[in-house]
């Protein structure tokens, strides 16, 4: 079952207490991006394989959020789950390289 971003903000403002807004996005190197400025709610941005995240790792997000790095088996079972995931995906496409060249 796929979550949508307006889900995930739902699930995670009941366990939070604060207002969530939610985003998916692509990047491997960062899939969850973690902001809360001051005074106001969280903004995730999280890769879309979230989406299709297990509950218990919605869970899992939602405790990290709540608690940090204190929060161990969060923190494992988020990692692991996304090295598995990310393992799975196919490689990115390499990039295209434009070279223009100026001169002799």
Known sequence: MRVTTT???TFLQE?????VLVQYGRSRT???????PPGRGWRLRLHELFADAP???REALARW??????????????DAWLDMSLAALP???PRRIVVKTAGE
């Open 7 to 9: 889900e995930w903000g």
């Open 15 to 19: 366990r939070l207490g604060v207002d």
């Open 30 to 36: 960062q899939p969850v991006q973690a902001e809360r």
């Open 55 to 57: 509950p218990e790792i």
């Open 65 to 78: 959020l709540r608690v940090g790095r204190r929060a161990r088996k969060a923190c494992d079972a988020l």
């Open 91 to 93: 490689p990115p496409r």
